[in-house]
């Protein structure tokens, strides 16, 4: 991952205290060429391997045909962030797929908690992999007798602090979110290339990120982020039967909003309903939570970053400081 490339929107005018206070993002890191670790070591079927020497079979049906899972997991202050929850969903799409996973999620959890060790380091990212493993050309996955597995830590940043402050510009893409019915968004697949494209779309348009419909019309995500908008004081985001991937920070935000007292809602919302909504903010793994102030053109509220979605931001931060699993023990 790499800080994003995309252009900064206007500075806002004012300056409001609570908004400054959670405009850092929960871990700073410059652009950096690959993991940015220094002698980065890196998991694979049990072994760590320098980054120069890790490497996989041009056989893995992962690269041949994007047959694998994955999961992206933050770590924060020596801790690892909701990790049963994600080693959940790895399992999950694992089984989905007919994947069989060569360990326990036990001996997983130790094996992600070791490489961060391994790395020396206390605040990052960590990409999970879980291949098909080494077949023949052909398609079908029977051929593969040994899934693998990979683990790699990194420094990341996806954006520069000053989006969390100023907010992202969006815009909407050609490209539909895969249908539930055709390959579903619930399993975290290696195959991302409907992801891609729409990424693609958003760059050669100058913005920050793609919005994704579905075959209906509605919206269901972003490129690797959950969409939630907030009008009169109440918050919506798309269902998961929208294509919406069941994001582990989308949950995070559910939670927040009953300790806020805020009422959240799921429900089907159209480009219309971004448009005119009075705040609009992005969730997941990398992206944290991050706050959208343009969609098509059309500023969002003020144009400038809302509330609550502040207010939700600020205490994403002290879950981040407070919760998740130690690494050193």
Request: glycine share 8%.
């Amino acid at each position: 991952m790499k800080t994003s490339d995309a252009l900064v929107i206007d500075e806002p005018k004012t300056h409001e205290p609570t908004a400054q206070a959670v405009a850092e993002p929960a871990i700073e890191s410059g652009p950096r060429a690959t993991t940015g670790v220094k002698d980065a070591k890196i998991y694979i079927d049990g072994k760590f391997y320098t980054e120069a020497d890790a490497k996989i079979s041009v056989l893995d049906h992962g690269l041949l045909y994007g047959d694998g899972i994955f999961e992206g997991i933050r770590f924060y202050h020596g801790r690892v962030f909701r990790l049963e929850e994600h080693l959940a969903r790895l399992w999950d799409s694992a089984h989905s797929i007919c994947l069989e996973i060569p360990m326990s999620m036990r001996d997983m959890t130790e094996a992600v908690l070791e490489t961060i060790r391994q790395n020396h380091l206390r605040n990052g990212y960590i990409r999970l992999l879980v291949t098909r493993g080494i077949g023949n050309l052909g398609l079908n996955p029977t051929q593969c007798k040994y899934p693998s597995v990979i683990i790699i830590a990194a420094t990341i940043a996806l954006y520069h602090e000053n989006f969390y402050r100023k907010g992202l510009t969006i815009v909407t893409c050609a490209t539909r979110r895969s249908s539930p019915a055709a390959l579903n968004p619930a399993v975290k697949s290696l195959n991302y290339l409907n992801n891609v494209m729409a990424r693609i779309e958003a760059n050669l348009a100058g913005a920050d990120e793609a919005l994704m419909l579905n075959d209906a019309g509605n919206v269901a995500e972003c490129t690797a982020d959950n969409v939630f908008i907030i009008k009169r004081g109440q918050i919506f985001t798309p269902p998961i039967t929208a294509g919406a991937l069941r994001g582990i920070t989308r949950s995070i935000v559910f939670e927040i909003a009953a300790e806020l007292g805020i009422k959240i809602t799921e429900a089907d919302i159209t480009r219309h309903d971004v448009f005119v909504a009075d705040e609009c903010f992005l969730t997941g793994t990398a992206a944290e939570i991050i706050p959208v102030v343009k969609a098509d053109g059309r500023l969002i509220g003020n144009g400038k970053p809302g509330p609550i979605t502040a207010r939700t931001i600020a205490r994403f931060r002290e879950m981040t400081r407070e919760t998740g699993t130690p690494i050193f023990v």
